[in-house]
């Protein structure tokens, strides 16, 4: 059963994450933390499968938790807790190695979809604010990055933009295989061509330069 960690500094998410959490049967609630030390030292203890990360926490922030987790090796899969005012450190999170982000105010069977796919292995977008978060953080130079994100995906076979542009709408690779009609390995070896091609490590990545792309 995978084990779960929550760090946030408000005791009223970290409860409710719990109550969320702890009603899916496949979930174990491995500890908590209010702060990213903590969290650390909580992860180093329980040595969970998933870390839901709070951005903004005393003492140590999750940005560097994040990393400082990262630098200790690639377990455990962390997912990004966000508020909007916190957007401006969310794509340098995943730059460190997060494998998603949710708002905290995403509907709770949400919530238990994302921790699912998260642990199976897709990194997961929110696709109703990646749009959004993308211009949040941005917003600026926008001729500029419309050519290096024009330049890039120039880069990509007909297939591979598809599959970018599927990548850009949050559709994990089994949602992909369904809606280009190819097999998931397939799809795999699309996705690591498009990362390969556009030089990037994260699927909110290759979702700015499509969303800069179309500008």
Request: hydrophobic share 45%; no cysteine; proline share 4%.
């Amino acid at each position: 059963m995978p084990k779960v960690v929550i760090a946030d500094d408000d005791p009223l998410v970290r409860a409710g994450l719990r109550m969320i959490l702890g009603g899916a049967p496949e979930v174990e609630i491995a500890g908590e933390a209010a702060d990213g030390r903590e969290a650390l030292a909580v992860v180093a203890r329980e040595r969970p499968d998933l870390v839901l990360m709070d951005i903004r926490m005393p003492v140590m922030d999750g940005l560097r938790a994040t990393q400082a987790l990262r630098e200790r090796g690639r377990l455990p899969r962390i997912v990004i807790l966000t508020t909007f005012d916190a957007d401006d450190l969310v794509l340098t999170a995943l730059r460190h190695g997060a494998d998603g982000f949710l708002v905290k105010d995403t509907e709770p069977e949400e919530i238990v979809r994302a921790v699912r796919r998260v642990m199976l292995g897709e990194p997961m977008l929110s696709p109703g604010v990646t749009g959004r978060l993308i211009a949040t953080v941005t917003g600026n130079g926008l001729d500029e990055r419309r050519r290096i994100a024009r330049a890039r995906l120039a880069r990509l076979t007909a297939r591979e933009r598809e599959v970018a542009a599927a990548i850009s709408e949050g559709l994990t690779n089994g949602e992909i295989a369904t809606a280009l009609h190819l097999g998931i390995a397939t799809v795999k070896t699309y996705v690591g061509n498009v990362f390969a091609k556009l030089e990037v490590t994260n699927r909110v990545q290759v979702a700015r330069y499509v969303n800069d792309a179309s500008s």
